[in-house]
């Protein structure tokens, strides 16, 4: 089992639309969360950080942490072309993890 | 605030050829890391260091690879013998403090790296 699991993908959504990207970790004791966002032919950068449970809301970005379940979210709400990327999950608890990303492409 | 810098940007190289990749943390950064990107395997943390000093390289595929730091601004990466099947985009990252604790990683523009 990999320490963080997401969908590769790719995720396609119609702009306007919320796009939801999903991840799951195995390390029990993890603390921090972090979504990561990654044009195509750039760097990673990070977008939000979300350390207790439940929502954390960033304009149109809101990240959800559920700890008993091992599983942390983001919701992009209206999407827009420009979210077009890959979505990198990360996880701090021992060690720091990312997971493989998820691509999405928001429709116009 | 300068970010994280990295060079070459791009290499092109034949097999067998020594490789070295640089990079430059942001000042007053205490971790620095290392991390190889392809399709398949997605992003791999190689090396890392903590004020100069390696602290965890289980990452690193093999002996063909070693890092340095050898002072706070100043870290390489160096492949010796080069082989196809380490084409990749490396990055560097650095953060100010342990990123397990809640401190962003931020990632330089990255080497793309091609072995023929």
């Known amino acids: 089992q990999k320490e963080v699991e997401q969908n590769s993908g790719p995720l396609s959504v119609p702009e306007g639309a919320i796009a939801s990207l999903n991840c799951t970790y195995s390390?029990?004791?993890?603390?921090?969360f972090f979504w990561y966002r990654q044009y195509s032919g750039k760097s990673p950068e990070l977008i939000m950080s979300?350390?207790?449970?439940g929502d954390k809301e960033d304009g149109r970005f809101t990240a959800q942490l559920n700890k008993a379940s091992q599983y942390v979210s983001l919701l992009i709400r209206d999407s827009q072309p420009s979210d077009s990327a890959t979505y990198l999950c990360a996880v701090a608890g021992n060690q720091f993890y990312f997971g493989t990303g998820t691509s999405l492409t928001v429709i116009p | 605030d300068a970010g994280v810098i990295q060079s070459p940007r791009h290499e092109v190289t034949e097999m067998g050829q020594e490789v070295t990749l640089r990079c430059k943390p942001i000042s007053g950064h205490d971790y620095l890391f290392w991390y190889r990107q392809t399709m398949m395997r997605g992003l791999e943390l190689l090396i890392y260091?903590?004020?100069?000093?390696?602290?965890?390289d289980s990452g690193m595929p093999e002996d063909r690879f070693s890092a340095k730091m050898p002072n706070a601004s100043f870290s390489t990466l160096k492949i010796q013998p080069s082989e196809p099947r380490d084409s990749a985009v490396y990055f560097c990252?650095?953060?100010?403090?342990?990123?397990?604790?809640?401190?962003?990683?931020?990632f330089g523009e990255g080497s793309w790296l091609t072995v023929v």
């Open positions: 979300i350390y207790s449970n």
């Open positions: 390390d029990r004791g993890s603390q921090s």
């Open positions: 260091f903590n004020n100069n000093v390696p602290i965890d």
């Open positions: 990252a650095s953060s100010i403090r342990d990123p397990r604790s809640g401190n962003t990683i931020y």
